[in-house]
């Protein structure tokens, strides 16, 4: 007897006036060979149980990553009429066979293999980042000295001329009192 479905918890309640909600239930391929060894489960009745907000129910058969037709729907499913139905078909449940097996563990290298490059993507970019980064911050420090020391030279340039003006003006002055004084004696 194979039991199949979701365990009623926090998650499996369905919100106050939803028009629909979906609630699924796996059995995995790991799990079933685990359960099943090497033996099969010959499906000839299904019990499709929900509670009173129930309304649509289906039980979906996968095998080898392919989906099968489903073992039971019922699209009219009432809670006051339960009951183990026959399938019209018996339905075999079977572990995965060995080339499907290879084919997901193949599937999972891959799926590692592009994470793991995608690892690198990422920490390449980093790199190019904080190089970038660096580079900036270099660029930044090169300009603030440049500026200082043209603010420097600048403030020297001034600080000269201003002199040489003053050294002029008193010249200037010197030579004016002078001419003064003489043209008055």
């Not at 339960?82 to 563990?105: D, G």
């Amino acid at each position: 007897m194979l039991n199949a479905g979701t365990f009623i918890d926090p998650y499996t309640i369905i919100p106050p006036y939803e028009p629909s909600f979906l609630t699924q239930g796996y059995c995995r391929e790991e799990c079933l060979a685990e359960g099943l060894g090497d033996q099969e489960i010959h499906v000839f009745s299904n019990f499709l149980h929900a509670h009173l907000i129930g309304s649509k129910l289906r039980t979906r058969h996968f095998r080898n990553g392919t989906e099968l037709p489903p073992i039971q729907e019922d699209n009219n499913y009432d809670f006051d009429y339960q009951e183990t139905r026959l399938l019209t078909t018996e339905r075999t449940i079977r572990k995965v066979a060995a080339a499907a097996a290879a084919v997901v563990v193949v599937v999972v290298v891959v799926v590692v293999a592009v994470v793991v490059v995608a690892v690198v993507v990422v920490i390449v970019v980093v790199a190019v980042v904080v190089v970038a980064v660096v580079v900036a911050v270099a660029v930044v420090v090169v300009v603030v000295v440049i500026s200082k020391l043209v603010v420097a030279v600048v403030v020297e340039v001034v600080i000269v001329v201003a002199a040489v003006v003053v050294v002029v003006v008193v010249v200037v002055v010197k030579v004016v009192v002078e001419v003064v004084v003489v043209e008055v004696v």
